[in-house]
């Protein structure tokens, strides 16, 4: 029933409910003549008119292309999947409800529909002020999040015909009532709301799980502040523009950050959020490429912050350093400077298990007896790696040769070198490691065997004061001393790498395809058969990041995903969707 999917929910519906908004639509009330308001441009439909306090909005193309050529992504068992979970929606929130997206919706739409996720109706009162107000956990945690469908009207006169005469499904009853001199439809089922529908402005049309959601959107359009009115969205806005963007989002991390940490069955883990929640916003730009997806990101600082990044987009060599070999790779331009920011964010969301910077320290003091901080982070100012590499036997590919590999660019050697010896007799001493003096490739370098040989590692100098550690089986020599072929060759890398953030300030790269290969021995965890069945669409994943200024970063991701043929039409509807009746229409409402 439409009632129990739009009934209160826990924040894990949210994103579900997000990635169908172009289907999410009720009857609404006959429109509403008013004088029009100009658009704004470059926002995101609707964002003049959702709370400023909303926790997250997305914005899906209404265009029929787009979505043909996203359907004809990934293998032929996620193809099937995606397509009844879209079915499934369809019936849920249109056929149940009487209506049919191309008969009663396209014919009027406008080229985004919007959803949005908004603070409690009585949390969101009680923060009159137009001023960013501080959010209350408790009702985030209690799952109280009300969802808001924005539709804009491109065809008032095609609108005129279908919305004067909205259908109700068998079984509900509609209700009208005025707010603020606007007309709320509400439409009940048979034991609760199912949904709730307003015009704004002759110019959208806003749907809702919940009335008073409609209250404060009215609010807003009446005269409160907005999305649009966010302090720093607009100016982020500008740095991923792009055209006809098939999802636009925008994501408030005070809100979205309480809702994940004091939830038990949060949308996103924490920990996810944890780097980010010094952020006032994050906005991304999704647009369909022929090999696949593409997110242009951004997020800022609040005005207020007294956090500021020091510009520094410098990462340049780790790619032309490390192996082409290399599956999963994540760096930087300064590790010093990264870990200084991370740690010294502030603790009121705790940040557990290692991702918690205290239990680093006190992990690496009792291990090793070193100071995290003054030993090791102190002189690692420049540059960094940290990569997981692969360098499988031609003959056989079961016996792959893997492991990690750290490098770390630093301009105070003598502090390196001691810390070095240090654990050289760490490992000789309490370990009982064999630690001794080796070459690779005719370069001087130190190498660590465990007893019975289970696990090797070896640590030397690359030219450019550039330190490695590797840790497998003869792992420095495909980096020593130099990789046969580099990382920046690799054909996958160079695809997913952004061409525009140049300079920038590191890379994260996954090559999904190497990396779950069942017949390549891995460090991997075992994963559930339908989360295989999705790495399976996915062939690699990039993602660069460079510093705007000192109060924005940017990120650029692409996706390369395997194809299939082209999309069918979706899967019928169900049975029980399909007693959905042939409907008396609805009386118009008043004028």
């Known amino acids: 029933m439409v009632a129990k999917l739009f009934a209160k929910r826990k924040p894990a519906l949210l994103l579900t409910l997000g990635s169908a908004a172009g289907f999410i639509v009720g009857g609404v009330v006959a429109m509403s003549l008013l004088q029009r308001r100009p658009t704004l441009v470059g926002m995101p439909t609707g964002a003049e008119v959702i709370p400023q306090d909303a926790i997250m909005t997305l914005s899906f193309s209404t265009d029929k292309g787009q979505w043909q050529q996203l ?26 409800n009487g209506l049919n997206y191309q008969r009663d919706i396209q014919p009027w739409v406008g080229d985004e529909i919007t959803a949005a996720f908004l603070l409690p109706a009585n949390e969101a009162a009680a923060n009159s002020s137009d001023a960013i107000q501080p959010y209350d956990p408790g009702a985030l945690s209690r799952g109280e999040q009300s969802t808001v469908i924005v539709m804009p009207i491109a065809d008032p006169a095609k609108a005129q015909q279908v919305l004067t005469r909205p259908k109700v499904a068998a079984q509900q ?26 015009v704004l402005d002759n110019r959208f049309v806003v749907v809702s799980n919940e009335g008073k959601a409609l209250e404060q959107v009215i609010d807003t359009f009446k005269s409160k502040s907005s999305v649009a009115q966010t302090p720093g969205y607009s100016q982020a806005l500008s740095h991923i523009a792009t055209t006809d963007p098939f999802m636009q989002m925008y994501v408030n991390i005070p809100a979205a950050n309480a809702v994940t940490t004091n939830n038990a069955n949060q949308p996103v883990p924490p920990q996810i959020l944890a780097p980010l929640k010094s952020n006032q916003g994050m906005a991304a730009a999704m647009t369909l490429e022929p090999e696949g997806l593409r997110l242009q990101g951004v997020s800022w600082l609040a005005p207020n912050s007294k956090t500021r990044f020091k510009v520094a987009n410098n990462a340049e060599q780790m790619p ?78 079961a016996n792959a040769k893997a492991g990690i590999m750290l490098l770390v660019e630093t301009t105070d050697r003598k502090a390196a070198e001691q810390s070095f010896q240090r ?123 460079a510093l705007q200024d000192g109060r924005t970063t940017r990120y650029d991701t692409h996706i390369l995903l395997r194809k299939g043929d082209a999309p069918g039409p979706l899967p019928a509807p169900s049975p029980l969707s399909g007693k959905s009746p042939s409907l008396p229409e609805a009386t118009p409402a008043p004028e």
């Open 71 to 96: 359907r004809r992504f990934g293998t032929a068992e996620t193809q099937t999947a995606f397509d009844q979970k879209l079915a499934e929606l369809r019936d849920r929130l249109l056929t149940n």
């Open 173 to 198: 009853d509609a209700v009208d009532r005025e707010y603020k001199g606007i007309k709320i439809r509400e439409v009940h089922g048979q034991t609760e709301r199912a949904y709730a529908a307003a």
């Open 320 to 397: 032309q350093i490390l192996p082409a070999d290399a599956l999963l790779v994540a760096s930087g331009g300064n590790l010093k400077q990264l870990w200084q920011n991370y740690a010294e964010q502030p603790n009121d969301s705790p940040r557990q298990g290692l991702l918690n910077p205290d239990a680093l320290r006190r992990g690496l003091n009792n291990l090793a007896g070193l100071d995290l901080d003054q030993d090791l982070i102190n002189w690692m100012n420049g540059e960094f790696a940290l990569a997981l590499v692969s360098a499988p036997d031609a003959k056989a590919t």
């Open 423 to 545: 654990l050289d007799e760490l490992m000789k001493t309490r370990y009982r490691f064999q630690v001794s003096e080796t070459e690779v490739a005719g370069k001087p370098a130190t190498s660590w065997v465990s007893p019975f040989t289970a696990l090797s590692a070896t640590h030397g100098w690359l030219d450019g004061n550039v330190a490695f550690l590797t840790i497998g089986p003869d792992l420095a020599s495909t980096l020593v001393p130099a990789p046969a072929k580099p990382l920046a060759e690799n054909p996958l890398f160079q695809q997913t790498a952004s061409v525009d953030l140049n300079p920038n300030n590191g890379h994260f790269f996954i090559e999904v395809d190497r990396l779950f290969n069942a017949n390549v021995n891995l460090p991997v965890p075992n994963l559930p058969p339908e989360n295989q069945a999705f790495l399976k669409a996915i062939r690699a994943i990039g993602v660069t990041t």
